[in-house]
């Protein structure tokens, strides 16, 4: 996003201006208007997340503060005049295309970015390539308004741990480890999404790309401080992190472990963030406005206002045409039919259930349950989660789809993927270890989306946007299996194996039979 300012032959006051007309203005602010009218339930879904998540609420200032820069270049409107570029049509329709794929999959973050880069495409295209590049870094900042960032949570989770329990453990203080969670010999402790500090990450880089943007000239410069802004807050995390847990240790428990444990972590990273710009401020290459502006060159001809304006009418009838082409696609794939999930013909016994966990995904539109066994053997528990129509309120596959919430009463203490041979085929799974008031269980899970089993959440995505690109409907199922073990996890891997062994053919056709119900 940081890019080298365009080279400077002489002062921007020292040429003569031909400034756009009030009616070219209009018109380029039209432009700009069109993502809004087309995309507007996208752009409300920025807004939707800001509101509900204190991680990503920093997305309001981004549009002021993307305003405030190009409001710094403004000389340039006069230097160089908006000159519409054809072939950046091309690059909005791909862009735009993006959009559609991602919407088909119902993937939002990837609609919210194609959303968010239409504008410096349509700078691009509108203002031509000289203007737009001089204010390539105020347009791709926009980017940042994008609420992303939820992928780094877990292994941010695991890396605060495994820091964590390694400098306790260095201390001299002995940790028993569980996961995530850890116990010292004065109280226990749990790395949960709050403590992974992706909000000090975020925060970090956004700032740390407009600081740099604003402060440095060259673009070595600007990188660094840049790769400083990402490390630093994950390091400081790590510090933090042992920082609560020592200051809780110490105080038997009496500090620390409330509305101060916040307080400290935010107080800290305060700090850190204040070290770090002070430091950068050494090597700062402040330049005025002026001389930032684009100057060089003979000074940009006025175009005739009809290219603006066919440029205009051409940028809303590319934005158009997705959103139509998806509108379409929704009427003809829509399945207005109530799900009804057929019957799974088990050939195992009904038992009672084990435990009375539930996975915490979105409200499916049909649900299926229930612990079957075979006499002697370890107890197998089903759950099957059925999805038509989906959208970001109702998806197979979705960043909010956890076998078990923060606040449950059940966790999940790790997982990783397997392969099982299952009736003479091999059968990609996930399984989870999970612990709980019913003891522990290990949980075999995976997608079913478009009549394929997928553990991929992009695979699933993809194939998911593939089906309703061909009109096929976005029918999709989440299938898991349950079975608790004690002193090895392989009495629930042979039992779950099992029962695979015995019902995964009529598993797969009950799930075939709903679908094409």
Same mark, same amino acid.
């Given at each position: 996003?940081?890019?080298?300012? &365009? ?34 339930? /996208?752009?409300?879904?920025? @807004? #939707? ?14 549009? &002021? ?6 409001? =710094? ?27 559609? *794929? ?21 700078? *691009?295209? @509108? ?32 890396? !605060?741990?495994?820091? /964590? ?14 996961? !995530?969670?850890?116990?010292? &010999? ?6 949960? $999404? ?19 943007? *604003? !402060? ?19 390091v400081a995390n790590w510090l933090r992190a042992y920082m609560i847990v020592m200051i809780g240790h110490t105080s038997d428990m009496a500090l620390a472990t409330g509305v101060d444990?916040?307080i400290y972590g935010w107080v800290f990273f305060g700090i850190v963030m204040f070290a770090m710009f002070w430091v950068g401020s050494y090597w700062r290459e402040d330049t005025d406005? $002026? ?15 009809? +290219? ?14 997705? &959103? ?8 003809? !794939? ?8 057929? /019957? ?20 499916? #539109? ?33 960043? @909010? ?16 993927? =397997? /392969? ?14 999970? +612990? ?42 989440? @299938? ?12 629930? =891997? ?9 019902? *995964?053919?009529?598993? $797969? ?5 709903? =679908?094409?119900?």
């Open positions: 996003m940081l890019l080298n300012d &365009p080279p400077v032959n002489a002062p921007a006051m020292a040429r003569p201006h031909a400034a756009p007309s009030t009616t070219t203005l209009v018109l380029v602010a039209l432009a700009f208007l069109a993502p809004f009218l087309f995309y507007f339930p /996208t752009a409300t879904s920025f @807004v #939707d997340i800001w509101n509900s998540s204190e991680t990503f609420a920093h997305g309001y200032i981004i549009l &002021p503060i993307s305003l405030w820069l190009i409001w =710094r270049r403004r000389a340039n409107f006069s230097a160089l005049p908006p000159t519409p570029w054809w072939p950046a049509l091309g690059l909005l329709l791909l862009v735009g295309a993006g959009w559609m *794929l991602a919407r088909m999959g119902d993937v939002q973050v990837v609609m919210q970015y194609a959303f968010a880069a239409m504008f410096p495409v349509i700078a *691009l295209a @509108v203002l031509g390539r000289r203007l737009a590049w001089s204010l390539a870094f105020p347009l791709l900042f926009l980017l940042f308004a994008v609420p992303f960032g939820e992928i780094f949570i877990q292994p941010l989770i695991e890396y !605060t741990a495994d820091f /964590t329990v390694w400098a306790v453990q260095a201390t001299g203080i002995p940790v028993l480890r569980n996961g !995530t969670r850890f116990e010292l &010999p004065t109280g226990s402790w749990s790395v949960v $999404e709050a403590c992974s500090g992706v909000r000090y990450l975020i925060s970090s880089v956004t700032i740390g790309c407009l600081y740099a943007y *604003l !402060t440095y000239r060259s673009l070595t410069k600007r990188l660094v401080f840049i790769a400083m802004s990402i490390i630093v807050p994950i444990h916040l406005v $002026e001389s930032e502006s684009l100057a060089a060159g003979p000074v940009g001809i006025v175009p005739p206002l009809s +290219q603006v304006r066919n440029m205009t009418l051409a940028v809303f009838a590319a934005c158009a045409l997705w &959103p139509a082409f998806v509108k379409y696609n929704d009427m003809a !794939t829509h399945n207005p039919k109530p799900v009804q999930l057929a /019957t799974v013909p088990v050939s195992w016994a009904p038992a009672p259930a084990f435990t009375t966990w539930t996975p915490d995904f979105m409200k499916p #539109d049909a649900r299926y349950s229930g612990a079957f066994a075979q006499p002697g053997q370890t107890p197998v528990a089903l759950n099957i989660l059925y999805y038509r129509n989906q959208h970001r309120d109702k998806a197979v596959i979705s960043s @909010v789809n956890r076998l078990a919430g923060e606040d449950n009463a059940y966790h999940e203490q790790g997982g990783a993927l =397997r /392969t099982e041979q299952i009736g003479g085929r091999s059968v990609a799974l996930r399984e989870a270890r999970m +612990q709980g008031p019913s003891g522990t269980f290990l949980v075999w899970h995976w997608s079913w989306i478009d009549g394929q089993p997928v553990v991929n959440n992009y695979v699933g995505k993809l194939r998911q946007a593939k089906a309703k690109l061909l009109f096929g409907g976005d029918d999709g199922a989440a @299938v898991m299996l349950a079975a608790p073990y004690g002193e090895s996890q392989d009495e629930a =891997r042979n039992a779950m194996r099992a029962f695979l062994e015995s019902n *995964l053919k009529a598993l $797969e056709a009950s799930l075939e039979r709903t =679908r094409s119900n």
